[in-house]
T-cell receptor, first 115, second 112 residues
Framework: DTAVSQTPKYLVTQMGNDKSIKCEQN?????MYWYKQDSKKFLKIMFS???????INETVPNRFSPKSPDKAHLNLHINSLELGDSAVYFC??????????????FGEGSRLTVL | GNSVTQMEGPVTLSEEAFLTINCTYT??????LFWYVQYPGEGLQLLLK?????DKGSNKGFEATYRKETTSFHLEKGSVQVSDSAVYFC???????????FGTGTRLTIIP
C-alpha cells in the first residue's frame, strides 16, 4: 500500500485553466503539506494542515487553494493557471508529536505543465 | 530567519569514491537536522537525522554529524555505488516547529 499517494502524476494543461491535485495518506498522520519543486529542484513549502486546520500558509498566490475534507486528505486547487505554475508538486505528511521529529513522508509528486 | 546552504552541484564521482556533500545552516535555538534523498522519478525519503549537537545520524553507509560550533551537517559516505545516484537535500526543523526548511539540493551522479 502506498503511504502517501497523489493523483494525477502528470498534468498538462493550458494557461487560464483550473485544475486540482489530490493527496491521500494512510499513515494515520495528523499533519499534511504541499511543497512546490521548481525546475532547479528547489523545494518550497506552500501549505500545511493539522487535523483539517490550516497551520502554515506561505506567500502563495490566492489562486492556490488547499482543501482538507478530513485529516487523511489534502487537495490542492489552482485557478487561472499561469506558465510559472509549471513545477512538481509534492504532498507530504507527518505525525505530530510533542517533540518535533521533522520526518516527512512524501508522495511521488505531480508534475504540472502549463502551456 | 532559518536557512540551509548546500554545496552546488552537480557532483560526479566514480564508483567506490569517497563522498562529501557540504551543508551549513542558520537558525535560532537548537534545530533538528536532516538529509533527504530523492531518487529519479520519486518523492523525497528521509535518509538520516540528528536532533542535538554532536549527534551522528547514519543510514545505508551515509553519515552526518551535527556540529553546532560550525553550524554544519555534512553528508559523507566512504564508498559510493551507482545506486546512490540521486538528489540529496539538507534540511532543518526548528525545535517545536514542524516546518522543514530545505537546501537547494545537490545532484549526485556515480559512474561505474
Amino acid at each position: 500500500d502506498t503511504a502517501v499517494s497523489q493523483t494525477p502524476k502528470y498534468l498538462v494543461t493550458q494557461m487560464g485553466n483550473d485544475k486540482s491535485i489530490k493527496c491521500e495518506q494512510n499513515l494515520g498522520h495528523d499533519t499534511m503539506y504541499w511543497y512546490k519543486q521548481d525546475s532547479k529542484k528547489f523545494l518550497k513549502i506552500m501549505f500545511s494542515y493539522n487535523n483539517k486546520e490550516l497551520i502554515i500558509n506561505e506567500t502563495v498566490p490566492n489562486r492556490f487553494s488547499p482543501k482538507s475534507p478530513d485529516k487523511a486528505h489534502l487537495n490542492l486547487h489552482i485557478n487561472s493557471l499561469e506558465l510559472g505554475d509549471s513545477a512538481v508538486y509534492f504532498c507530504a505528511s507527518s505525525q505530530k508529536t510533542g517533540i518535533n521529529t521533522g520526518e516527512l513522508f512524501f508522495g511521488e509528486g505531480s508534475r504540472l505543465t502549463v502551456l | 530567519g532559518n536557512s540551509v546552504t548546500q554545496m552546488e552541484g552537480p557532483v560526479t564521482l566514480s564508483e567506490e569514491a569517497f563522498l562529501t556533500i557540504n551543508c551549513t545552516y542558520t537558525a535560532t535555538g537548537y534545530p533538528s537536522l536532516f538529509w533527504y534523498v530523492q531518487y529519479p522519478g520519486e518523492g523525497l525519503q528521509l535518509l538520516l537525522k540528528a536532533t542535538k549537537a554532536d549527534d551522528k545520524g547514519s543510514n545505508k553507509g551515509f553519515e552526518a554529524t551535527y556540529r553546532k560550533e560550525t553550524t554544519s551537517f555534512h553528508l559523507e559516505k566512504g564508498s559510493v555505488q551507482v545506486s546512490d545516484s540521486a538528489v540529496y537535500f539538507c534540511a532543518l526543523s526548528p525545535f517545536g516547529n514542524e516546518k522543514l526548511t530545505f537546501g537547494t539540493g545537490t545532484r549526485l551522479t556515480i559512474i561505474p
